[in-house]
C-alpha cells in the first residue's frame, strides 16, 4: 500500500509511449501527482514535449532523454522565480504534440466560385484536391489553436485548414487570367501559387504546410454541357461526311423495320445529297445576292428514278458505308418496285 501511495504521489518518468496517429496534442496526466527533481523526461522521434505552468508556456524538448532540474527547465525556473534550489516535488502541465506529416489530407469548395473567363464570361468554378502538412511550432500552435485541452486531433483542425484553402483559391481565381480551358494544363502552378500563398496562414498556427496539389476543377452541368456540345461540333467537322456517316448508320436500323429498306432505297438519293447541299449553302451564304421576290412553290421533285438509286446503292456499298447484306436487300426492294 505504501509503494502505491507513492507512485500516485510522485512521478519519476514522464513520456508518450503510444501515441495516436490521430492526435496532434496529448497533455501527459499529472492529475494530483507532482514531479519531482531528477526526474526523467523521455520524447521520442516526431515527437515534442513542451512545460505549461498555469497556461503559460515553458521549456520545450525536442527528441531525447531528459534529467528534470533547473538547468534543463530554465523558462520554468524562472515562472516559478526558483533561486538556486530546485523545489521538489512541483506540479506543472506537460504537453506532448506529434510532428509527423499529417498526409493525404483532402480540401474541396463546398460552394462553387463565381469568376471571369475570358471565354464563358462569369462562370461558377470547383476544385478539389489534397493537402499535407505537420506541428512545426508548439508555442504558437497552444496559444493559437489548442489552448488548456487534454488532447487535440486533426479532425478537429481540418474544417480551419479547408476554410484557409478554399479562401485561397477564390483569391488565385480572381486574380488568373487563365481561360478554363487552360486550366487542367497548368494544375502545377496553380498547385505551386496556393502553397505559396497558404504556408504563410498555415505558419500562423504553428503549422508547416509540406505539400499542396489542385487535382480537378469542373465547372457546373450546365456550363459544361455547352462545352460538350461545342466540342462535339468540332469534332464533327465535315458536315458532309457526317451525314452520309449517318445515313449509312441508319440502314441496318431501318433494315430490322418491315418496309424500312424500301423506304431507304426510295430516298437514299436524298439523304445523301444532304451534307452537300448544306455546306454549299453555308459556302455561298455571304456572297449570294439578295433574294428574287419570292414565287409561286415549286412541285416537289420527284423521286430519283430506280437506276439512278441503284447506283446510289452501289457507290455507297465501294465506300463501306454500308454492308453486302444490306446492298443487297435495298436493292432487291428497288427491283421489286420495278417489277411490281
Not at 55 to 63: C, I, L, M, Q, R
Not at 96 to 114: C, E, S, V, Y
Not at 309 to 333: H, V
Amino acid at each position: 500500500m505504501i509503494f502505491d501511495f507513492i507512485r500516485k504521489q510522485f512521478i519519476d518518468v514522464i513520456q508518450w509511449p503510444e501515441p495516436d496517429e490521430t492526435h496532434l496534442v496529448w497533455r501527459f496526466p499529472v492529475q494530483d501527482q507532482e514531479i519531482q527533481n531528477g526526474a526523467s523526461l523521455t520524447v521520442r522521434e516526431a515527437q515534442l514535449a513542451m512545460f505549461v505552468d498555469e497556461g503559460k508556456t515553458a521549456d520545450v524538448f525536442a527528441p531525447g532523454r531528459y534529467t528534470l532540474n533547473t538547468q534543463t527547465l530554465p523558462v520554468l525556473t524562472n515562472l516559478k522565480n526558483w533561486d538556486k534550489f530546485f523545489q521538489s516535488p512541483f506540479k506543472s502541465d506537460v504537453y506532448f504534440f506529434n510532428t509527423r506529416q499529417q498526409l493525404a489530407r483532402r480540401w474541396g469548395t463546398a460552394q462553387p466560385i463565381t469568376v471571369r473567363d475570358p471565354d464563358f464570361g462569369a462562370i461558377q468554378l470547383r476544385a478539389y484536391g489534397m493537402y499535407s502538412y505537420r506541428l512545426g511550432d508548439p508555442v504558437c500552435f497552444f496559444n493559437e489553436v489548442c489552448g488548456v485541452v487534454s488532447h487535440y486531433t486533426g479532425e478537429q483542425l481540418e474544417e480551419q485548414l479547408r476554410n484557409l484553402a478554399v479562401t485561397r483559391l477564390a483569391s488565385v481565381f480572381g486574380e488568373s487570367s487563365l481561360p478554363f480551358l487552360d486550366m487542367a494544363a497548368n494544375q502545377l502552378r496553380l498547385s505551386q501559387t496556393m502553397a505559396e500563398g497558404l504556408a504563410q496562414g498555415f505558419s500562423h498556427l504553428g503549422l508547416v504546410l509540406e505539400n499542396f496539389t489542385v487535382e480537378s476543377i469542373t465547372l457546373p452541368d450546365a456550363v459544361q454541357k455547352v462545352l460538350d456540345d461545342k466540342i462535339a461540333m468540332g469534332i464533327v467537322g465535315d458536315l458532309q461526311q457526317y451525314t452520309r456517316y449517318q445515313t449509312a448508320k441508319s440502314i441496318p436500323l431501318a433494315a430490322q423495320n418491315e418496309g424500312g429498306l424500301a423506304g431507304i432505297g426510295a430516298g437514299m438519293g436524298a439523304g445523301v445529297s444532304i451534307g452537300q447541299t448544306m455546306a454549299a449553302a453555308m459556302q455561298t451564304a455571304q456572297s449570294a445576292p439578295p433574294p428574287a421576290p419570292a414565287a409561286a412553290p415549286a412541285a416537289a421533285a420527284p423521286l430519283a428514278d430506280p437506276q439512278t438509286r441503284l447506283a446510289q446503292l452501289k457507290s455507297l456499298l465501294e465506300q463501306e458505308l454500308i454492308s453486302p447484306t444490306d446492298y443487297e436487300a435495298a436493292k432487291a426492294a428497288v427491283l421489286k418496285q420495278i417489277t411490281g
